[in-house]
């Protein structure tokens, strides 16, 4: 059951956008993968980051399916959005250790325009840095 727990808090996460929910969540090693780049984000600060990022982008947020194997520790969650006039459809594939920490998130996301959208605005962000 870590893993149900883990996605209470997460979707706590989506609905409050209140990082410090996932600190106890992501595992310090975990990876993203960004639907943008081909390198993997590595560590629990860089996924807590960018998440965080993803999150206050997103408008219109919603979750419409979710899967979760709890034997294997992985979850599918479906979702779409908007940014701007762009809608977009995806996918966040997360797999979870033992205690129920992510210790991998991926995200997919359809239409080119919608991912486009995305890299855009997070290039702002990044930028900021």
Do not use: C
Request: aromatic residues 10%; proline residues 5%; hydrophobic residues 45%.
């Amino acid at each position: 059951m870590p893993s149900t727990q883990s996605l209470k808090t997460w979707h706590k996460f989506v609905a409050d956008k209140d990082p410090a929910l996932l600190r106890d969540i992501i595992h310090p090693d975990a990876v993203f993968r960004s639907p943008m780049v081909y390198k993997p984000y590595h560590g629990r600060d860089a996924l807590i980051f960018v998440l965080t990022q993803v999150v206050e982008i997103f408008e219109n947020f919603t979750y419409h399916r979710e899967l979760l194997n709890e034997d294997r520790g992985s979850a599918f969650l479906e979702f779409t959005a908007r940014i701007g006039d762009k809608n977009l459809k995806g996918l966040d594939l997360i797999t979870f250790d033992a205690q129920g920490q992510i210790t991998e998130f991926e995200v997919l996301i359809r239409p080119m325009s919608g991912l486009l959208a995305l890299a855009e605005q997070m290039g702002e962000r990044m930028a900021k840095i």
